[in-house]
């Protein structure tokens, strides 16, 4: 069975001169790679002392919507602008090639006092830390942080102060 590393493809220069991005698609396209990291993912103590999850858009719904299913646990989703309707809870945050922000409908918190946050990967950690401050903003608590990759040398891990979880280093 090809490991994890092996379905990661990288395109350089993108979205923007100097990024390397690693697209992650391809795990979707292994079903039983896919379910043993879901599996492993979904039993963490991370998301056992959660009440629900928080996936972040886009690629981490995936992963996140698989945990929720597996460990029977809500999700709620963390979106760009303009795609959530309702009442919004919203932060700005930068990114290793920009700036962007996040929204939470207020109502979806409204049930739940603590949250996993699940990701695709963590790179610089600008994201989750924009999710992590608009929850702790609204007296929630994070249990932790699960993420299918790490990239070590973006340091992402050292910009936040919560415990991760990464399937897979590089």
Not at 34 to 61: P, T, V
Not at 80 to 105: A, H, T, V
Not at 125 to 147: R, S
């Amino acid at each position: 069975m090809q490991s994890l590393e092996e379905l990661i493809d990288t395109y350089k220069d993108y979205p923007k001169k100097g990024v390397e991005f690693k697209d992650l698609l391809g795990i979707m396209q292994e079903p039983k790679i896919f379910k043993e990291l879901i599996l492993k993912m979904s039993s963490s103590q991370i998301i056992k002392n959660a009440e629900a999850i928080i996936s972040i858009e886009a690629r981490g719904f995936i992963f996140g919507s698989a945990v929720s299913l597996q460990s029977s646990k809500p999700m709620i989703v963390a979106r760009k602008p303009g795609k959530l309707p309702g009442e919004l809870l919203k932060r700005n945050y930068n990114l290793e090639y920009g700036n962007n922000s996040l929204s939470i409908q207020k109502k979806a918190l409204c049930k739940y006092n603590s949250f996993a946050i699940v990701d695709d990967l963590l790179a610089t950690g600008g994201t989750v830390n924009c999710v992590y401050k608009l929850l702790e903003a609204n007296h929630k608590k994070v249990t932790g942080l699960l993420v299918a990759v790490e990239l070590r040398k973006l340091k992402g891990r050292f910009n936040l102060s919560l415990p991760i979880e990464s399937s897979l280093i590089l």
